[in-house]
């Protein structure tokens, strides 16, 4: 499974890079105070012509080509890789897999991502998890109020759940959002339920808090965090709480490549005989993807 994800990411990060090569030329159009002339010896009229100009034309395939490559380019995020390992009297190899993509339309922002981890030595496996998050936010016209709804997915084979479900739904408000800082804060409520184990097949009601901010600190360096808190409605000190952090530097810009320094904590007050707390700390190689931004 681990090779499969590794091609299966390598393969995106080629497409990405080459997508980013492509340029899109605009077709051009005749004017009106420009009347097109036919070519000697066509035989073509030139009112005729410019009729055909004028007139509807059919939808042509460099048109489709440019309105799918700009609505592809409305799309932005980036793909994340990391590897360590040793061999000899030590096998050691640890992986981990990242893709975040988020989309700023008129009426919704949409965000999504996935990470996966997995790391074996000598022979066993001592972590393999898949962590999803999205969320679908909802524009009030110039508002800085906005409803959305999110939903996460975990799985983990070190817990004491085989996959772990997180529905929410709330209002978010918008802090801050210009050139070099974006924040935001977020309350509502929702239900988790674990699959496999102990507290299998039941939904656990729970309230919802969240945060996350940018700071771009100069044309290089770039620093975000941000945590989810979810406190049960059915006992006031079974919670869990999400923290995480990163800087990210600027290696690469015209290629969009960043070297990334983070850390993700997950702590749970129900832990059925496991470890409260999971902390990955990592280092990763990160291909960034849609508009670049203004480095000035």
Known sequence: MLARVMMLTLCLFAAV?????????EESVPTEDAPS?????????????????????????????????????????DISFGLNGAAGNT???NSRFGLDTAREGKWTDFKNNVTYANSTANGSTTEDKFLHNSRTEWKLGESKWKPYSSVQGVHDIFQEYEYRLILNAGTAY?????????GQVR????????????????????????????????????FTAGFDYFPSYLAIDDFRLNTRGAWEILVEPRWQL??????????????????????DYFAEIVKKFGPKPDTK
Do not use: C, H
């Open 17 to 25: 890079v080459r997508a980013d090569e492509v340029t899109v030329v």
């Open 187 to 222: 309350f509502g409520s929702g239900a988790t339920r674990d699959f496999g184990g102990e507290s299998a097949n039941t939904w656990t009601p729970e309230a919802s808090l969240g945060g996350d901010w940018k700071l771009q600190a100069n044309a290089q360096n770039s």
């Open 258 to 279: 960043s070297l990334r320094l983070g850390f993700m904590d997950r702590y749970q007050t129900q832990s059925y005989g496991k470890k409260k707390n999971d902390i």
């Open 37 to 77: 002339i036919p070519p000697e010896g066509t035989g073509q009229d030139p009112v005729t012509m410019d009729a055909q100009v004028t007139g509807e034309a059919e939808p042509s395939i460099a048109g489709f080509a440019t309105r799918s490559l700009s609505e592809y380019r409305r799309w932005k995020g």
């Open 91 to 93: 096998e050691r190899f």
């Open 174 to 182: 918008q802090i801050w959002k210009n050139d070099r800082i974006d």
